[in-house]
């Protein structure tokens, strides 16, 4: 997977800024009002996120595992309070980084074979009182067929110039940006759970404080051929250590997640977007 990024870097920064205005609008409305001391973007490609929680937070970490991302980020987006790091996202703990007010993570998590015990790691990376925005796909099967994603170009496509979303010229680059060869040979490598099993392992690790999943992109036609499926997102509040400590069962190790069904009050919201097929 690191691979693969490698080798599109720069497509996927121009994608981004062609697709990610919403995110980043959604992003900016879950922040805490005031921002806080430290935030960390967890799979931080080119630094678009943490560019933009630079203006809210005294310092800012991306850490990725793309050398060619992570150029690009300090390249095109590299700001003082703003520090990036070649790292597995895994690898950033609290007791060797510290606490964080703020923890994000978009469209990384479905890369991990351990989810349960990176899901435990980003609970102890926040700090009380902290917050935690996590963002990622969902899909009925695990893996996406090329096919669905060549017809959402072209959907999106006649959506863009019919209802002039975006410059013809835009339109058309990002049709050409979709059906890359090399773009849908990533995409379909991918592997994502399902609603029901999103909502159980991460309710397994914030059940107590999940204030809900929500849709970031709010136009229906505006489907991103790059992030498929329903799209549920989890913003948690944290400001009881204390259930991270009893949630550990004995001799489960350090960051085992708990067993048990998730919180009934904890659920997936209604996809902006048509669902995979």
């Known amino acids: 997977m690191t691979g693969s990024f490698d080798q599109i870097a720069v497509h996927f920064d121009r994608f981004a800024e062609l697709v990610g205005g919403p995110l980043d609008e959604y992003l900016a409305s879950v922040l805490p009002d005031g921002g806080g001391e430290r935030a960390v973007d967890l799979g931080c490609g080119t630094g678009r996120h943490a560019a933009l929680l630079a203006a809210h ?102 959506s863009d110039l019919l209802r002039r979303r975006r410059p013809p010229t835009e339109a058309w680059e990002l049709l050409r940006l979709n059906t890359d060869p090399a773009w849908l040979d990533h995409l379909t490598t991918d592997r994502f759970l399902n609603p029901t099993q999103f909502t159980q392992q991460y309710g397994q690790v914030f059940d107590a404080s999940v204030t809900g999943f929500h849709p970031p992109n709010t136009d229906d036609d505006a489907q991103d051929p790059c992030h498929a499926g329903q799209t549920p997102v989890v913003a948690v509040p944290l400001t009881d250590q204390g259930r991270l400590a009893r949630g550990r069962g004995a001799g489960r190790g350090r960051c085992a997640a708990r067993p048990g069904p998730a919180d009934p009050t904890c659920r997936t919201g209604e996809a902006p977007h048509r669902q995979v097929r």
Do not use: K
């Open 57 to 158: 937070y005294r310092q800012v970490l991306g850490v990725d595992v793309s050398v060619p991302m992570l150029q690009l980020a300090m390249a095109r987006r590299g700001l003082a309070n703003v520090t990036y790091q070649q790292r597995d996202l895994r690898q950033v703990r609290a007791d060797t980084d510290g606490t964080f007010d703020l923890v994000v993570s978009a469209y990384a998590l479905h890369h991990l074979e351990d989810l349960d015990q990176a899901l435990w790691r980003i609970r102890e990376l926040t700090a009380p009182g902290g917050r935690v925005v996590l963002i990622d796909n969902v899909a009925p099967t695990p893996a996406v067929p090329r096919r669905w994603f060549l017809g959402e170009a072209v959907r999106t496509l006649g």
